[in-house]
């Protein structure tokens, strides 16, 4: 196929795009490179099979011209604002880069007639809840811009699959980790710990509890997912049985780097501002669909470290 990937530069679509190529289809990443880096593709940049466009989604009448020459017979829709905080901050950031985005995809993907959408979604979209999260439940209620974005998104891809006759598969991603990756817990606790090695500052009481997924079993997954589910809208989780606490991995960085930094919690349940102390994701539909992780969360944990570190 000829498949158009937004945010390919990315830490998720990088690895998409090496999985993509693998299978023989030809691949034209779009990307701003706001959180995606340029050597993240470098490998495949020249290949006669896979175009690297440096351009913002918002760029309407761009974007037009990039589906009028492409002619593509799929889009993966992976752009969007990944840092949650840096969202919950400023709610402009995920009304254009999470939400606007997806919407002008859509109306290149009508106008241009692409009848097959990959999305990818968030455990965000549920909101704060002690209920084990299905792809059924309700209400919907995100308490980060990030994840109203995501939900919004959803909404009008639900839209215009049908009125459009758009295949579409959802995947809702939980904490993904692992090479590439330009943030999260992980990230900031290694590089913090460069600068001070002697103490490693947690947000929140470190007890914040979440399955955690590493890169190349989501991007296994989703390709399970596109092959596998055959309804027009399909969506489903996309995780790991087991979940990992911010204490466990403040831990397991610590000893991973070798080093006897002493932990200190700044308090409260949760690290900022809409960030969601504990989730749990049910698995059934994907399992029983034939899919599950290689690595349980404290494994994919503990790989994304070492792989992180060059080990």
């Not at 691949?27 to 995606?36: A, E, K, R, S």
């Not at 011209?65 to 901050?89: C, P, R, T, W, Y």
Request: hydrophobic letters at 40%; aromatic letters at 12%; a negative charge.
């Amino acid at each position: 196929m000829k498949v158009l990937v937004t945010g390919g530069a990315g830490f998720i679509g990088s690895h998409l795009c090496d999985s993509l190529l693998t299978e023989g289809h030809i691949i034209t990443v779009v990307d701003n490179l706001i959180l995606g880096k340029k050597e993240n593709i470098i490998h495949l940049i020249g290949r006669g099979d896979f175009y690297f466009i440096q351009e913002d989604l918002l760029q309407f009448v761009t974007l037009k011209k990039i589906f009028n020459e492409g002619q593509f017979d799929m889009v993966f829709h992976l752009a969007a604002n990944s840092d949650i905080q840096k969202g919950s901050n400023n709610p402009e950031v995920d009304y254009n880069l999470t939400f606007n985005t997806t919407f002008n995809v859509l109306q290149c993907m009508r106008e241009y007639k692409v009848k097959k959408l990959f999305f990818a979604s968030s455990s965000a979209i549920f909101g704060e809840t002690s209920a084990q999260l299905s792809e059924d439940y309700g209400p919907l209620q995100p308490i980060s811009n990030y994840g109203a974005g995501k939900l919004a998104s959803e909404a009008f891809i639900s839209s215009f699959s049908y009125t459009n006759n758009i295949q579409t598969w959802i995947t809702r991603f939980p904490n993904i980790v692992g090479e590439r990756f330009t943030h999260g817990v992980i990230y900031d606790f290694i590089n913090n710990l460069k600068k001070e090695p002697d103490v490693l500052t947690v947000l929140g009481n470190g007890e914040q509890n979440k399955p955690y997924l590493y890169v190349k079993d989501l991007i296994e997954g989703i390709l399970f997912v596109c092959k596998h589910a055959k309804d027009r809208f399909n969506v489903y989780n996309l995780g790991s049985d087991s979940r990992t606490k911010v204490k466990e991995i403040a831990k397991m960085v610590i000893e991973e780097m070798m080093l006897a930094a002493e932990i200190i919690y700044t308090g409260g349940d949760r690290g900022w501002v809409g960030d969601v102390p504990e989730f749990k994701y049910d698995l059934t539909k994907i399992e029983t669909l034939g899919w599950q992780a290689k690595y349980n969360s404290n494994d994919s944990v503990r790989l994304a470290i070492q792989k992180a570190l060059g080990k």
